[in-house]
């Protein structure tokens, strides 16, 4: 695979995951499919598929010093040490930032997450806007999952799944509301960098496997009742005025 010199397979996995994005898209937004069940179908439909393509081989891949390991070098860190994932990282923030409040599908985005009758109502073509955000979400879930890859010397089949409740509860615990329209770029990077502590903090205490994943299940039903409270005092508010 790495012997070709070549990013096309990097772009097929990207491709692929996007059009996953446009199938949940059409289920959710034209099917009208509840988003919950449509991703988690699609979730199992995908895992199934890769462990077929790949025959349930783990995959491996060059380390950064290997005459064939540009994968590491452009996507996890160069030969010196210098950590290209967090310039991924930067970037993505702010392309994450400039959509959501400079673009027109950020403002869309926010008026269909806060009353998505009312955004349909007032002319915005909700089920557009919709798949456009759901392809945007399967193109950043396959760019991440390269740069995951990237730290990595092998991975196998299904690696990385019941991780995506980390995220969640990551962006939950930054304020964005699970209920739709409320949410930021910068919470969102505070969120998930607290996550990641927790996650490096259970590890450096030699928390066996089950007590890391307890006290993160822990974590994610604390952050899900936060967006509870937070949506209930909202509303009081609302009602006071």
Not at 17 to 29: E, S
Not at 138 to 146: K, R
Request: charged content about 10%.
């Amino acid at each position: 695979m790495y012997g070709i010199g070549r990013l096309h397979w990097v772009v097929l996995v990207v491709a692929v995951a996007a059009l996953f994005g446009l199938i949940n898209g059409i289920l959710v937004a034209k099917l009208k499919l509840p988003p919950f069940i449509a991703t988690l179908g699609t979730q199992m439909v995908a895992m199934g598929f890769g462990a077929i393509i790949s025959k349930v081989m783990t995959m491996r891949f060059p380390t950064v010093t290997d005459p064939n390991g540009w994968f590491k070098f452009i996507f996890f860190k160069t030969p010196g040490g210098f950590p290209i994932g967090a310039v991924w990282l930067a970037a993505y923030f702010i392309l994450g930032y400039i959509i959501l409040n400079k673009t027109r599908l950020g403002r869309y985005t926010y008026a269909i997450g806060s009353n998505e009758e009312a955004a349909r109502l007032s002319g915005v073509k909700t089920d557009h806007w919709k798949m456009m955000v759901y392809i945007i979400s399967g193109f950043s879930a396959g760019l991440a999952a390269i740069v995951y890859s990237a730290a990595y010397t092998s991975i196998i089949p299904g690696t990385g799944g019941g991780t995506e409740m980390l995220p969640i509860a990551g962006v939950v615990i930054g304020g964005t509301s699970l209920s739709g329209g409320v949410g930021t770029m910068s919470g969102t990077i505070i969120g998930v960098f607290i996550m990641s502590i927790l996650k490096q903090g259970l590890m450096s205490m030699n928390l066996q496997a089950q007590w890391q994943t307890f006290f993160t299940g822990i974590v994610v039903i604390g952050a899900v009742l936060l967006d509870l409270y937070r949506n209930k005092k909202a509303n009081e508010i609302n009602l006071t005025k």
